[in-house]
């Protein structure tokens, strides 16, 4: 056991003198993490495992998206639910689809997706004022907006009833595309389309 | 196989060519399709469009007409969506009649009366509203599914792991309970039903039906104690009366049929 | 549904016909399916999908592995189990082992997540009170809550063997974003979802 915490103590001295990178070495390995992840990385968690300063880490993204355009490969840098991500290209999409054999994945209805824009813009939102606003009963479609983890429970409500209320999700962000919910429109841009 | 197909059929759908339309179900009887679309806001809006109708002054007594005229003919839809249709119907006859009393003279006078049609426009507005933030989220996921993320390595490790949210919490507690509350039944069905009576009854509905697939029979059962008593009984019908067990496909439904 | 067949076999033709990829279009597509691969690609499939010429496939590969060796970035191309592989560089490792190990521990178990469950709508609760909601053994879920800090110790129940009762913990709270327990949803909230 003694001996474990020592070879600890020792690698975490190593890599602590080994954080002078060069601005190359920083690139390489903040891709190196990017692409490890399973998820989107936030620069902060690249700053904190990288024990470099944020500025410098969101640089060095910076210049990967950069290199990722010029080289014009399959590949591209993205930003989105709030961190980095590596992903392709949409025009390989067709080939992409070919070789995993699969389909676009089952779309949201139409009742689905006006109940998301509804928790979207109006979140946190009970279960009551989605109704008054859709005009319809909606369970059917939270619950599949649940289901899909689009939307996830915030709390409830302090009126009477204390109703649950919903808000979208950190997956509503990756299904979008959105870097954070203030990326979406306004909702004003959408009452000028109104007649 | 066929779930699956079916499933992706009724989710495809290209979300601007999707309008209620009517239908022709037989040669006296037209139906409205609403599909997704099926609220009473929808409906409306729909309407005010087929009669080019300004939303800002809508012709009330003439749509509500309309809107009562569909409400018969679509008797058929399912309960809940009905409510909020007659709901709405009787929101439509409420502000007819409004516009239709007299107005005072007095109160002509006085700069803003308060238009009866005021709330349902604003109604409308904010649905039209939320539609069309709908089809900015439908376009959004058209060009989010054109993208993929890497494969699988290494250490994403087993799939079993998941980010839990609170609905899986709810969730898993609900099955839990489920799963007591079927082994409680277990428990109390247990001698309830005699393989003689589910003989019986084997019996009688292959003389009306003459066919019985096993599959759907055996998930009728309720607890695993049924199950058995149920293949049992299968197998018994088999051995002692007139009837054979047909499969017509490698592991496809196999079919109880009389002689 | 003739239709349909129809305007698949058009968009395959069309597909055919687009098969005249530059060597760069045929390198990017080239990564963009190792890429989305779950595992190592043979260069006959690449050819497959691609609807290529396996001596160009494998020369584009080799392209490939040539370009993200010049760039000295965190990835390379790898041949290993009869097919190509994008993956870290070795000299990352340290990096990414401890990157993966900040990993948020939001992650749970199907065996936890149902324990945690338990004891969250439950609480106080006692190790064979769990078992007999859930009708298995649940230590290592326990003992991997604890780890995680979602659950704690609540003192002992005043029955036969003082056995010790576990709640749900402050993290709970936070990680599920909870103000206090009474946010908790309750079956009845989602049940109404379900009909």
Do not use: W
Not at chain 1, 29 to 51: C, G, N
């Amino acid at each position: 056991m003694a001996d474990k915490k020592d070879i600890e103590a020792e690698i975490e001295e190593i890599t602590q003198q080994a954080v002078k990178r060069s601005k190359e070495e920083l690139i390489a390995a903040v891709e190196a993490l990017i692409y490890t992840s399973d998820e989107p990385v936030p620069a902060k968690i690249l700053a904190q495992v990288l024990r470099e300063d944020i500025d410098d880490v969101t640089e060095a993204v910076g210049q990967l998206t950069k290199q990722y355009a010029k080289r014009n490969g399959g590949l591209q840098i993205r930003e989105i639910a709030g961190g980095f991500q590596i992903c392709t290209r949409a025009e390989h999409h067709e080939e992409v689809r070919r070789f995993l054999k699969t389909r676009p994945s089952a779309k949201l209805s139409i009742a689905s997706l006006e109940t998301l824009a509804v928790i979207a813009y109006k979140q946190p939102v009970t279960v009551p004022e989605i109704l008054e606003i859709r005009g319809v009963q909606s369970a059917s479609a939270i619950k599949t907006l649940l289901d899909k983890r689009l939307i996830i429970a915030k709390g409830r409500k302090e009126t009477v009833g204390r109703p649950m209320q919903y808000g979208t999700s950190k997956d509503f962000l990756l299904q979008f595309g959105l870097k954070d919910l203030s990326e979406l429109p306004s909702i004003e841009d959408f009452e000028e389309l109104v007649q | 196989m066929s779930e699956q197909v079916e499933q992706i059929d009724q989710l495809t759908f290209d979300f601007y060519k999707e309008q209620p339309h009517i239908v022709r179900e037989s040669r006296d009887e037209l139906r409205l399709r609403l599909g997704d679309f099926a609220g009473p806001l929808d409906l409306l809006l729909y309407l005010i469009k087929q009669e080019q109708a300004n939303i800002f002054d809508i012709p009330i007594a003439r749509i509500t007409d309309e809107y009562l005229k569909y409400i018969r003919i679509m008797e058929k839809l399912d309960i809940t969506v009905a409510t909020d249709f007659l709901v709405m119907a009787a929101t439509l006859i409420e502000i007819k009649s409004k516009m239709l009393l007299p107005r005072d003279e007095s109160e002509l006078v006085g700069e803003d009366i308060e238009d009866p049609r005021e709330e349902l426009v604003r109604a409308l507005l904010e649905h039209q509203t939320f539609k069309n933030a709908a089809g900015m989220l439908y376009e959004r996921v058209q060009l989010e599914q054109a993208v993929f993320a890497r494969g699988k390595i290494e250490s994403d490790e087993n799939n079993a792991e998941i980010n839990a949210t609170l609905y899986d919490i709810v969730t898993v507690f609900q099955k839990i309970l489920a799963r007591h509350r079927e082994e409680v039944q277990m428990e109390i069905e247990r001698e309830e039903v005699s393989m003689a009576e589910i003989i019986r009854d084997l019996k009688h509905r292959l003389t009306t039906l003459n066919e019985i697939s096993v599959v759907k029979y055996f998930e009728e059962m309720k607890s695993r104690r049924e199950l058995v008593t149920a293949f049992i009984a299968v197998l018994e019908i088999v051995r002692t009366e007139t009837v054979k067990l047909v499969q017509s496909a490698t592991f496809g439904d196999i079919i109880l049929r009389r002689v």
